[in-house]
Nanobody
Framework: QVQLVESGGGLVQPGGSLRLSCVASGVFFRVVATSWYRQAPGKQRELVAS?????????VYTDSVKGRFIISRDNAKNTVYLQMNSLEPEDTAVYYC????????????WGQGTQVTVSS
């Protein structure tokens, strides 16, 4: 059974930083793609960042977080991180991690979400 456990969310002032973590179990972590999504109240869930393998240079980001957020992963710890710097009120959302299992067992698994609130 695949489980994803997120942590690291909280309340932070504008300009501050947070690091989210997502620990996966029940999956061969080295082969999965990993992503972070977020969903703000009244809005659709959106992709924030993703990295398909352990090569951080292959990471992709949504435009609004480029230069501020960094996605990384530690395959030895089955963990994907999202370092969030220079946080803005517009970053307030529930953040979800997702792992995507490649073919032939294609499937997506989601974490339970962690709340990030940016406010003074």
């Amino acid at each position: 059974q695949v489980q994803l456990v997120e942590s690291g969310g909280g309340l932070v002032q504008p300009g501050g930083s947070l690091r989210l973590s997502c620990v996966a179990s029940g999956v061969f972590f080295r082969v999965v793609a990993t992503s972070w999504y977020r969903q703000a109240p009244g809005k659709q869930r959106e992709l924030v960042a993703s990295v398909a393998d352990g090569v951080d240079a292959n990471a992709v980001y949504t435009d609004s977080v480029k230069g501020r957020f960094i996605i990384s992963r530690d395959n030895a710890k089955n963990t994907v991180y999202l370092q969030m710097n220079s946080l803005e009120p517009e970053d307030t959302a529930v953040y979800y991690c997702k792992v995507s299992v490649p073919p032939p067992f294609s499937n997506d698994y989601w974490g339970q979400g962690t709340q990030v609130t940016v406010s003074s």
